[in-house]
């Protein structure tokens, strides 16, 4: 019997065969198997009838969404979920669980050593999903400061200690705020040794899981006082629309050229751009303008997302 998983995989095979005209060794490679593979998942898709003159699932439409969303903004993956029937808070957990399902995937195929976690509500719905895996060779490097008392349990130093715990493998911490009070406080902590030599592990990660927020709405930060009115107010004059591990951009996906964002002690947007891969797992149509700036800056290589929310980007809302 096959689980939710591997059909919606076995439907995206076959759509990208039957219906987009790819072939199998192009397909094989996508996903990172061999070509018979994929020639023995598309016949036992016919034996269990997905494919009859036409591709038979409910799961068709999401991986339409899919396909759409790889080829708009040249992604490597996406992962749509399905949100029918769900609260916000189910969809929260459904896009944690598929970011958990992808990346114990992508880490049985490919050698990682260092996997840099920012922080944030869907990315610890992740953590909290992922199995238990021995990786022992993995290090796990949080993205960016966090230090506080409030919703300690999404900051990027707890979500790298929660995924080692799971990975049996070690994590570091950095012991710093994401956003100081001055640009001068920032340069006195980043030139501690324990702080400077975390900053450096960011830049060396070869993967990175990474959330994506809105300053204006549903904002983590201005619960966390990271952010004031003054800020928020600033910020939108600047135009920033959104932030991926507490470093602000504006529409285009350029970073802005705000105060803020010299105080940030963690990764840079354009060292982020530098690393191997970018896994973005997001939830809420609240975050559409955010994910699409995101996007267009080419922060991401995997796009991990709700369905409501995919299908706005692709309508251009």
């Not at 200690?161 to 990975?167: D, R, S």
Request: hydrophobic content about 40%.
């Amino acid at each position: 019997m096959l689980n939710w998983e591997e059909r919606k995989q076995m439907v995206k095979l076959a759509n990208l065969y039957y219906i987009e005209g790819w072939t199998q060794q192009q397909i094989a490679k996508k996903v990172g198997v061999s070509r018979p593979i994929i020639s023995k998942l598309l016949q036992r898709a016919k034996e269990l009838g997905i494919i009859e003159v036409y591709i038979k699932d409910e799961s068709v439409h999401t991986v339409d969404l899919e396909l759409k969303l790889e080829k708009k903004y040249d992604l490597q993956d996406a992962i749509v979920i399905s949100t029918v029937g769900l609260t916000p808070e189910m969809t929260k957990r459904a896009v944690g669980q598929a970011g958990a399902y992808y990346l114990s995937k992508y880490l049985k195929r490919m050698d990682t050593k260092k996997l840099g976690i920012s922080w944030g509500s869907t990315l610890a719905e992740l953590v909290k999903e992922y199995p238990f895996e021995r990786r022992k060779e993995m290090n796990i490097v949080p993205l960016v400061g966090g230090m506080g008392t409030k919703h300690v349990e999404i900051h990027a130093n707890q979500l790298a200690y929660e995924l080692a715990k799971k990975m049996g493998c070690t994590c570091s911490y950095l012991y710093a705020p994401a956003i100081v009070e001055t640009k001068e406080l920032k340069e006195h902590l980043i030139a501690m040794k324990e702080i400077s030599s975390v900053l450096e592990e960011v830049k060396e990660v070869d993967l990175a899981l990474v959330g994506i927020g809105n300053p204006h709405k549903g904002s983590t930060m201005k619960e966390l006082n990271y952010l004031k009115e003054d800020d928020l107010q600033n910020l939108r004059k600047m135009g920033a629309v959104g932030d991926i591990a507490s470093r602000f951009f504006e529409a285009s996906g350029e970073s802005v050229d705000h105060p803020l964002n010299d105080k940030v002690i963690g990764l840079s947007l354009e060292d982020l751009r530098e690393i191997k891969k970018v896994i973005g797992v997001v939830e809420g149509t609240y975050k559409l303008e955010s994910v699409a700036a995101a996007l267009k800056g080419n922060y991401l290589d995997v796009l991990i997302i709700d369905e409501q929310t995919a299908s706005a980007l692709l309508r251009g809302e």
